[in-house]
């Protein structure tokens, strides 16, 4: 299966500008081949918390069920979700969400933290979502990675001046885990990666708009699994 990361700019309170942008981004991603399309953390909107935050069935998303199911894709990214921080995939059957499990900054003053943390079941597989800060937990990522995640995501809006510290999170994220991992930064910072499960660069981005694209490959994620197994070689018990 094909992901492709949608390095989008996002416009603080712009809603109709950045679901524009989004949608013809994502067509274009479509024309390459995509399945599973990943936005940035909360690309509609940004942290616009002059408005008041949506709540189910969240209006803003009826453009991107409409794209899913016209091309039956996957489409990964978050939005302001009543109390949270509200990570999505969407699919042409329906939605899943997990929340931001730690909200940063003054995003505590708006938004709760996820009580939960499981992957989400579609039929490309077990998304694993992160969502910004939860990138520099590793509790988050091991934790889906033994619920069975079979790929991790991780939607961000990582500033420029933290660059090199997403860059070298979503290596470790990825190879501690022994999984892809699809890592899609708004266009503001830019530095969205695709990385496979041996922690080798699939994809990617500078710092614009831009869509990067590489297969998730779950048997070479197995073969790796085969070869040198280190989840299984955890001792928990005495940690």
Not at 180 to 199: K, T
Request: glycine share 8%.
């Amino acid at each position: 299966m094909r992901a492709a990361c949608l390095q989008l700019s996002v416009d603080l309170c712009q809603r109709q500008g950045n679901i524009t942008r989004a949608l013809k981004m994502a067509e274009l991603a479509m024309d390459r081949g995509a399945d599973i399309l990943v936005f940035p953390e909360m690309f509609i909107t940004s942290f616009c918390y002059d408005q008041i935050p949506e709540d189910p069935p969240y209006p803003s998303l009826d453009p991107f069920r409409a794209f899913a199911r016209d091309h039956d894709c996957l489409i990964i990214g978050s939005l302001m979700g009543g109390k949270y921080n509200l990570g999505f995939c969407l699919e042409p059957e329906g939605i899943q969400f997990q929340p931001k499990i730690h909200p940063f900054d003054q995003e505590r003053l708006h938004f709760l933290g996820g009580g939960r943390i499981s992957p989400m079941n579609t039929k490309w597989g077990k998304v694993g979502l992160e969502i910004c800060y939860d990138l520099r937990f590793p509790e988050v990522a091991r934790s889906l990675a033994r619920q069975g995640a079979d790929f991790l995501v991780t939607i961000g809006q990582f500033p420029a001046a933290r660059r090199t510290h997403w860059r070298i999170l979503c290596f470790a994220r990825a190879i501690e885990n022994q999984l892809p991992h699809v890592a899609c930064n708004w266009a503001n910072a830019g530095g969205s990666l695709i990385i496979d499960a041996r922690g080798q660069v699939q994809a990617e981005a500078s710092q614009k708009e831009e869509v990067i694209f590489a297969e998730i490959d779950l048997e070479e994620r197995d073969k790796w699994r085969k070869e040198i197994f280190y989840l299984g070689d955890r001792r928990p018990e005495i940690y």
